[in-house]
Nanobody, 125 residues
Framework: VQLQAFGGGVVQTGGSLRLSCGAS????????VGWFRQAPGKGREFVAV????????IYEDSLKGRFTITRDITKNTVYLQINNLEPEDTAVYYC???????????????????WGQGTEVTVSS
């Protein structure tokens, strides 16, 4: 499955963004779709994941409350809503998809077989 992530941009502290992750070639049925982010000079960090079949979600504990992962089945798209943005949220945000990964490994980037190209979020103070 080919993923496309978009929706990033430059926003001021306290602003909001909604990132989108779409798939071409097939539906997300049977996949878990996750969002990760990578700040300059740092590793890829888990943000949230959704099991497409059923909509179960898991969040990184430290990011709960400001980040919300949702899906639109009709559009075959997974969204990441980010509210009250902080400069520390500045990063490239990636979506990934996996069919094989067990629950306990969903926060590990290497568990995902497919990745989008990333969309850059810059938060100005």
């Amino acid at each position: 499955v080919q993923l496309q992530a978009f929706g990033g941009g430059v926003v001021q502290t306290g602003g909001s963004l909604r990132l989108s992750c779409g798939a071409s070639g097939r539906t997300f049925r049977g996949y878990k779709v996750g969002w990760f982010r990578q700040a300059p000079g740092k590793g890829r960090e888990f943000v949230a994941v959704m099991k497409w079949d059923g909509g179960t979600t898991i969040y990184e504990d430290s990011l709960k409350g400001r980040f919300t992962i949702t899906r639109d089945i009709t559009k075959n798209t997974v969204y990441l809503q980010i509210n009250n943005l902080e400069p520390e949220d500045t990063a490239v945000y990636y979506c990934g998809a996996t069919r094989r990964t067990i629950h306990s490994m969903l926060g590990v980037p290497s568990s995902y077989e497919h990745w989008g190209q990333g969309t850059e979020v810059t938060v100005s103070s």
